[in-house]
């Protein structure tokens, strides 16, 4: 009896520890008080905002959301969309967090007491900051100059200095990021209004308040935190470049001067990569990459590259290939740049594709009988990263030569050149240069007619 006892005692505990070790979802529950059909829901990425949800409004403008949050800061809520901060607003969520609002087009307002001590002064802080949200913001409906506007942002900034001041909330970590979230609102509130076109009267650079004065992208860019963890941040990187050139006096509009002005690598890649997306034709784009490409490093920078080059590629003889690098069956990463010399086969293959391995006799085959010539055979694997064993198993069960690269889940090479079969095979000549991107099979005899002429060049 005693044993079932502490039995039963032990399974309590553990079901009690199970549940509180399970996630919280965040609540909100809101009312809409304008005409819109859905109400969108975004995180923080990279200093943009992305959809995570949306809720249809009902006919009295109710809806509401439950989420597990992706992270402890900053999410947006409203009816704008990824590129315009109007109609949408910044909320902090944590884990287990209700959020009860309601929202206008231009404000909101926080209901009933069961909000948190974060959003709270949240609230208030956007309470301060109104004035400035709406001239910057919605400058179409709202005239405003830098006659009116710069005496009330320094106004507000002389206010912000002690609006913390009594507002602790017991979480460390927003009582801290609160301090950032501030410094980026009013950084973007006042590069926004200057770089607006759309206003009666813009001022000079010498009539700029003194708060532009202590605006520098180089400092704000030292590292990537607070420009990635702001909503809109990299609309603000972009905008403080521009203006900082303009206060300059800095000629002309080529990246080069633009970098200069950031600090951070990574962030320069941001810049680079919307310096990129004008260009509709592929020898500018090359010059571009060409020179700054070094400095697309995150994997979002390294897929936007692709999704703007491909529709600018003609894939002809002769055209430039994808520099790309993969490790090895050993771990040892094969560039293919270092294939340079040589005629390169490349098999796009994975060890689920039953029209892959009815390859394998005739790429041996192919492996001997291209023996002491200039061409080498690489084969990539798309298996899944979960996969790389059952690969690497294959890989000695049927005996496979030549240079085996596993390229994962990272889509670069077959995204670059369209693959949605495989097999594929692609030939490059010894200059790195596209031979064909649809090139025969090894069972087809033309395939090894097609290296050995180009290894004969």
């Known amino acids: 009896m005693m044993n079932k006892i502490l039995i039963i005692s032990i399974l309590c505990l553990l079901s009690i520890s199970l549940f509180a070790q399970q996630q919280v979802p965040v609540q909100i529950k809101g009312e809409l008080k304008y005409k819109a059909d859905n109400i969108r829901l975004f995180k923080v990425s990279e200093g943009r905002i992305v959809e995570i949800a949306s809720s249809a409004v009902t006919k009295n403008g109710q809806f509401g959301f439950l989420f597990f949050p992706d992270y402890e800061g900053i999410y947006v809520l409203g009816t704008g969309n990824e590129n315009r901060q109007r109609s949408n607003f910044k909320f902090y969520f944590k884990e287990g967090d209700q959020l009860d609002v309601t929202l206008t087009d231009t404000a909101y307002v926080l209901n009933g007491k069961l909000n948190s001590k974060e959003n709270i002064v949240m609230k208030q802080w956007a309470d301060l900051t109104y004035p400035l949200f709406r001239k910057s913001i919605y400058f179409m409906e709202v005239y405003s100059t830098y006659v009116d506007y710069f005496p009330q942002q320094e106004a507000i900034i002389?206010?912000?200095?002690?609006?913390?001041?009594?507002?602790?909330?017991?979480?460390?970590?927003?009582?801290?990021?609160?301090?950032?979230?501030?410094?980026?609102?009013?950084?973007?509130?006042?590069?926004?209004?200057?770089?607006?076109?759309?206003?009666?009267?813009?001022?000079?650079?010498?009539?700029?308040?003194?708060?532009?004065?202590?605006?520098?992208?180089?400092?704000?860019?030292?590292?990537?935190?607070?420009?990635?963890?702001?909503?809109?941040?990299?609309?603000?990187?972009?905008?403080?470049?521009?203006?900082?050139?303009?206060?300059?006096?800095?000629?002309?509009?080529?990246?080069?001067?633009?970098?200069?002005?950031?600090?951070?690598?990574?962030?320069?890649?941001?810049?680079?990569?919307?310096?990129?997306?004008?260009?509709?034709?592929?020898?500018?784009?090359?010059?571009?990459?060409?020179?700054?490409?070094?400095?697309?490093?995150?994997?979002?920078?390294?897929?936007?590259?692709?999704?703007?080059?491909?529709?600018?590629?003609?894939?002809?003889?002769?055209?430039?290939?994808?520099?790309?690098?993969?490790?090895?069956?050993?771990?040892?990463?094969?560039?293919?740049?270092?294939?340079?010399?040589?005629?390169?086969?490349?098999?796009?293959?994975?060890?689920?594709?039953?029209?892959?391995?009815?390859?394998?006799?005739?790429?041996?085959?192919?492996?001997?009988?291209?023996?002491?010539?200039?061409?080498?055979?690489?084969?990539?694997?798309?298996?899944?990263?979960?996969?790389?064993?059952?690969?690497?198993?294959?890989?000695?069960?049927?005996?496979?030569?030549?240079?085996?690269?596993?390229?994962?889940?990272?889509?670069?090479?077959?995204?670059?050149?369209?693959?949605?079969?495989i097999p594929r095979f692609l030939v490059f000549d010894k200059n790195g240069k596209i031979v064909t991107v649809d090139a025969p099979r090894p069972s087809d005899p033309k395939l090894k007619e097609l290296l050995f002429s180009e290894a004969a060049k």
């Open 158 to 421: 002389a206010k912000s200095k002690t609006f913390l001041n009594g507002k602790t909330t017991s979480n460390s970590k927003f009582d801290k990021e609160i301090k950032t979230i501030m410094q980026m609102d009013l950084i973007n509130y006042a590069v926004f209004f200057v770089s607006s076109s759309a206003r009666a009267v813009h001022p000079k650079v010498e009539e700029y308040s003194d708060f532009y004065a202590t605006l520098k992208t180089k400092e704000l860019s030292a590292t990537t935190q607070k420009i990635y963890n702001y909503p809109y941040g990299q609309q603000v990187l972009s905008s403080l470049v521009w203006m900082n050139m303009e206060q300059d006096k800095v000629g002309g509009s080529g990246i080069d001067k633009m970098l200069e002005y950031v600090s951070n690598d990574t962030l320069k890649g941001d810049i680079v990569i919307e310096f990129l997306s004008q260009y509709e034709d592929y020898k500018n784009y090359k010059v571009v990459i060409d020179k700054f490409g070094k400095y697309l490093l995150t994997k979002t920078q390294k897929e936007k590259n692709i999704s703007l080059i491909v529709p600018l590629l003609s894939y002809e003889k002769g055209s430039d290939a994808l520099a790309f690098s993969y490790p090895d069956k050993d771990g040892n990463e094969v560039s293919f740049a270092s294939l340079k010399g040589n005629v390169v086969l490349i098999d796009v293959w994975a060890t689920w594709c039953g029209p892959c391995k009815a390859e394998f006799p005739y790429l041996k085959q192919l492996e001997k009988d291209i023996a002491g010539k200039p061409i080498r055979v690489v084969s990539i694997s798309i298996d899944e990263d979960g996969a790389r064993n059952k690969w690497l198993k294959m890989i000695r069960d049927e005996g496979l030569g030549g240079i085996q690269l596993f390229g994962g889940s990272n889509e670069e090479f077959s995204d670059y050149y369209k693959i949605n079969a």
